[in-house]
């Protein structure tokens, strides 16, 4: 039968599938829609299977904060393309990833690949996305941030959208500000740790070892060496600790004192960096 190009264009707004292919699935399909809208789910699954072993290593960071600031949500969605990345039907399915891990707030990435986007599991949506592109796409992690009694989360998506920062700030100053200023240096820092308390004892561990035997090296006195290795973790703490790190916007304070000077303090963060 003849297939009209307002059909086409029709099945082509319901699937965002090329123009061809939609034309072939509706010939195929003898002009039925819903059988068409198959063909063509079943055609994403092929192209999903035949892809599987690509490496979706571009993609975007996004965040979703509830308008209360007591929940963030970031979600890294992949692409094998930078290209397809920046395509607007690929950010907006990006965006409804995160809106529905703010909704649902996954406590895995297996819980939501589960969860329903849109009468389908996120899995299949996934599958469906890469029939429609003709890549890979995927999740590689997603983190929830609830704030604790007190607290306030603010989030922080870098120009490009491959950096991300969730902050849980506290205090009655100006949070907003304070936050995003902590978010953004935590994305240009990379720091490890929001406080000391929060750096791993094994880390701390490691430094000391490092320190010590860099000291036993340069021929310092045996009596000497743990104090060296102590001042070692000391300056370590200093540039990987984010409160302790020099605050980039004004190196003259630290963002401790930055926080200090704006009634707020931070309490902790999540970072993602696009494949990191």
């Known amino acids: 039968m003849a297939i009209s190009a307002k059909d086409v264009m029709r099945l082509r707004e319901a699937t965002g599938v090329g123009m061809m292919d939609c034309k072939k699935a509706l010939t195929e399909a003898d002009g039925d829609f819903d059988q068409a809208i198959d063909l063509l789910r079943k055609k994403g699954q092929k192209v999903a299977a035949a892809r599987s072993d690509r490496d979706a290593t571009e993609g975007a960071i996004v965040s979703a904060v509830t308008a209360d600031g007591s ?3 970031l979600v890294e969605v992949n692409s094998e393309t930078d290209f397809v990345a920046r395509n607007e039907q690929f950010v907006a399915f990006a965006e409804s990833l995160a809106a529905l891990a703010l909704a649902t707030r996954p406590d895995s990435l297996d819980a939501f690949r589960a969860a329903d986007l849109d009468g389908q599991t996120v899995a299949d949506a996934l599958v469906q996305k890469t029939g429609q592109v003709g890549e890979k796409i995927d999740v590689r992690r997603v983190s929830v941030l609830d704030a604790s009694e007190g607290g306030t989360v603010v989030e922080y998506i ?3 959208s491959k950096l991300g920062v969730l902050v849980e700030m506290t205090g009655a100053g100006e949070l907003a500000e304070a936050g995003r200023d902590v978010a953004m240096q935590a994305a240009a820092m990379n720091p ?6 929060d750096v791993p004892q094994e880390v701390q561990d490691k430094e000391l070892m490092i320190g010590r035997e860099q000291a036993l090296a340069e021929g310092k006195p ?3 060496l743990d104090k060296i290795a102590t001042g070692k973790l000391d300056r ?3 540039d990987h600790v984010l409160v302790e790190q020099p605050f980039v916007k004004d190196s003259s304070m630290t963002v401790q004192k930055m926080l200090d000077s704006k009634g707020a303090g931070l309490r902790r963060f ?3 960096a696009l494949g990191g």
């Open 222 to 224: 045996e009596a000497i």
């Open 192 to 197: 490890v740790a929001a406080t000391r308390a």
């Open 236 to 238: 370590y703490f200093k």
């Open 270 to 272: 999540v970072r993602f």
């Open 158 to 160: 870098h120009p490009g």
């Open 71 to 73: 929940t963030g949500v």
